[in-house]
């Protein structure tokens, strides 16, 4: 099977050109896979418009949504849609005049591929869901592809994402446990973290060491469970033994139903995104 690769003559739009939208694609411009001038990208105030003239490192193009020249962007094949979802409202699909098979991949929360077809009729729709961690390049993005999705426009997509996430393909019905756990889920992590380095500062150390003890505990047990591929289980028989301080704790955490809460916290967080759609 040909592997649709990214090239420097591919043109590329993003309506919304924020914190997500950067993440994604400055790793592309950074190892020149994409060419600044082939970036169009648009947005809401003059603001942002001087803000990215001015200070982003690459010489992208960049408009104002309401300026005439921003009607470019529905000429170029590929549309990265990364507006927050109350702002799809003021999006209006322009005519298209260059090309045939457009392809609209939309990273709003909540927002159907059956809501964004109707927006956009001339597009095939695509929603990816992404996280926060991509801004380091370590993030999770789950696809779900349109019914008229090409091989081409997905093998295109996988390339912008898996160079700062690995990809998941779902069916959409599985896209909002998938934020669930891994949008809100760095959320979650961070309340862990700051929870336990305030049971280290009770115990008198200072908030900034008990923080970074934390943190390095959870990466090497992350890297101890996958390197010797323990279950959680068998890593937490490791560590527990009778009548000792381990048990003492995890007793503790039972009595307050902790482990229920954060079961209930994804499924929350799912209801919500569902709520949304
Ligand atoms: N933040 C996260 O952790 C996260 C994670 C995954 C996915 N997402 C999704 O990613 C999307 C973007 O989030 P973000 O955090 O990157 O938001 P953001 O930083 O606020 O960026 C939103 C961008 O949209 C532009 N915009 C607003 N109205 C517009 C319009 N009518 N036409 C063109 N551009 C317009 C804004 O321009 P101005 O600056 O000029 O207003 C800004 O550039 C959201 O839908 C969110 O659900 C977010």
């Known amino acids: 099977m040909l592997i649709r690769d990214l090239s420097v003559t591919d043109e590329i739009a993003i309506i919304g050109f ?5 993440a994604i ?37 960049v408009f104002k949504s309401d300026s005439k020249e921003s009607k470019i ?46 927006k956009f009729p001339k597009h095939s729709c695509v929603r990816a ?33 898996e160079n700062t996430s690995k990809i998941y393909e779902f069916t959409e019905d599985y896209l909002d446990i998938f934020l669930a756990l891994t949008s809100s889920g760095p959320a979650i992590i961070a309340l862990i973290i700051e929870s336990l380095s305030d049971g280290g500062l009770s115990g008198g150390l200072p908030k900034r060491l008990s923080e970074n003890l934390v943190m390095d505990m959870i990466l090497g047990t992350i890297s101890l469970i996958k390197e010797k591929k323990l279950n959680t289980s068998e890593l937490k028989n490791l560590v527990t033994s009778p009548g000792g301080t381990t048990i003492s704790a995890l007793r503790v955490l039972e009595k307050k139903s902790v482990r229920s809460a954060l079961i209930e916290s994804i499924v929350a967080a799912s209801n919500r995104s569902k709520e949304f759609s």
């Open 129 to 161: 869901v992404t996280n926060i961690p991509i801004t380091v390049g370590k993030g999770l993005t789950g696809i779900s592809w349109g019914a008229n999705t090409t091989e081409d426009q997905k093998q295109f997509t996988k390339k912008i994402f």
């Open 18 to 22: 924020g914190n997500i939208a950067k």
């Open 73 to 118: 962007i529905w000429d170029c094949k590929f549309k990265l849609l990364s507006i927050k979802p109350q702002h799809l409202q003021d999006i209006t699909e322009g005519d298209i005049m260059k090309n045939k098979d457009n392809l609209l991949v939309s990273i709003l929360a909540g927002v159907s591929i059956n809501r964004l077809t109707q």
């Open 25 to 61: 694609i400055t790793p592309l411009l950074n190892k020149k896979l994409i060419e600044p001038e082939n970036v169009y990208c648009v947005v809401k105030s003059e603001k942002s418009l001087e803000n990215i003239k001015n200070n982003y490192k690459h010489k992208i193009n």
